[in-house]
């Protein structure tokens, strides 16, 4: 049977969790052991931007061992077929890892913005960044020193590249949402609207997300074993 002529992946943290980078609701999750509020918004980031400079800080530190997983190179491998047979993939994270691009991936949008990455708030500029920046980094760009911050979208913030994000979804035949929680709007939203674009919507998760019953089909498990065994069912279909 041939792939779907256009597909959709959501990822979330869950994805990356075997590579040894924390989910962020579970037990034991980002949001369980720090104040989401404090490191997340913009307010928090106003208030101490040293405090959440060292959060993302540690965490981009982190991505200089964090390798990919098979579920990973799952998706990489299914995006090349979907290449081979001229049909549409995008694959769009709320990761801001760099996994997906290390394991082959390359239509992926980063809707959270990426860990290595920063932008200054003077200027607007993104630059690529692999080391720690604080309150006294220069701007590359415009050479002012403490506006650079994390290219990350907080809370209250826009997700990134929205627009290309809905035409994919207007377009979809198929939807799949893996490792991801269903609590973070609008990502949580995607499976309606390709849903109402009439794409068949698959979950694939170690457990149901808050949006399970909204799927056609779905699949639980850790995600090295259960998303390379619906990419071999689907490419051999
Ligand atoms: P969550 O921590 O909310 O959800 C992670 C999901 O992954 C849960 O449903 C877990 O059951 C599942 N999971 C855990 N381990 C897994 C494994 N080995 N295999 C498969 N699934 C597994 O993370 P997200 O949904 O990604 O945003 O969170 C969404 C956003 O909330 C993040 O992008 C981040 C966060 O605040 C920002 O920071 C802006």
Same mark, same amino acid.
């Given at each position: !049977?041939?792939?779907?002529?256009?597909?959709?992946?959501?990822?979330?943290?869950?994805?990356?969790?075997?590579?040894?980078?924390?989910?962020?609701?579970? *037990?034991?999750?980002?949001?369980?052991? @720090? %104040?989401?509020?404090?490191?997340?918004?913009?307010?928090?980031? =106003?208030?101490? %931007?040293?405090?959440?400079?060292? &959060? @993302?800080?540690?965490?981009?530190?982190?991505?200089?061992? $964090?390798? #990919?997983?098979?579920?990973?190179?799952?998706?990489?491998?299914?995006?090349?077929?979907?290449?081979?047979?001229?049909?549409?993939?995008?694959?769009?994270?709320?990761?801001?890892?760099?996994?997906?691009?290390?394991?082959?991936?390359?239509?992926?949008? #980063? !809707?959270?913005?990426?860990?290595?990455?920063?932008?200054?708030?003077?200027?607007?500029?993104?630059?690529?960044?692999? *080391?720690?920046?604080?309150?006294?980094?220069?701007?590359?760009?415009?050479?002012?020193?403490? #506006?650079?911050?994390? #290219?990350?979208?907080?809370?209250?913030?826009?997700?990134?590249?929205?627009?290309?994000?809905?035409?994919?979804?207007?377009?979809?035949? !198929? &939807?799949?949402?893996?490792?991801?929680?269903?609590?973070? @709007?609008?990502?949580?939203?995607?499976?309606?609207? $390709? !849903?109402?674009?009439?794409?068949?919507?698959?979950?694939?998760?170690?457990?149901?997300?808050?949006?399970?019953?909204?799927?056609? *089909?779905?699949? @639980?498990?850790?995600?090295? *074993?259960?998303?390379?065994?619906?990419?071999?069912?689907?490419?051999? =279909?």
């Amino acid at each position: !049977m041939p792939l779907p002529r256009s597909i959709v992946v959501l990822t979330g943290a869950g994805i990356s969790a075997e590579s040894g980078l924390g989910t962020f609701r579970d *037990e034991d999750g980002i949001w369980t052991k @720090y %104040p989401l509020e404090a490191l997340a918004t913009p307010e928090g980031f =106003a208030r101490d %931007p040293d405090f959440v400079q060292g &959060f @993302y800080n540690d965490r981009r530190r982190q991505l200089k061992t $964090a390798r #990919h997983n098979r579920a990973h190179e799952a998706l990489a491998r299914l995006e090349s077929a979907c290449r081979a047979e001229g049909a549409d993939f995008l694959l769009v994270t709320q990761n801001v890892d760099n996994l997906h691009e290390q394991a082959g991936s390359r239509n992926v949008v #980063h !809707m959270h913005g990426e860990l290595t990455r920063v932008r200054c708030m003077n200027c607007f500029t993104v630059t690529v960044c692999q *080391e720690d920046i604080g309150t006294s980094t220069q701007c590359t760009a415009c050479r002012t020193v403490g #506006h650079v911050r994390p #290219h990350i979208v907080w809370f209250g913030e826009m997700p990134l590249e929205m627009n290309r994000i809905g035409d994919a979804l207007s377009q979809c035949r !198929m &939807f799949v949402s893996i490792g991801t929680s269903g609590a973070v @709007y609008p990502a949580a939203g995607f499976v309606q609207e $390709a !849903m109402y674009a009439g794409a068949r919507t698959v979950e694939l998760n170690l457990e149901p997300s808050e949006n399970a019953r909204v799927f056609d *089909e779905t699949r @639980y498990g850790p995600a090295s *074993e259960i998303v390379p065994a619906w990419v071999d069912r689907l490419l051999d =279909a």
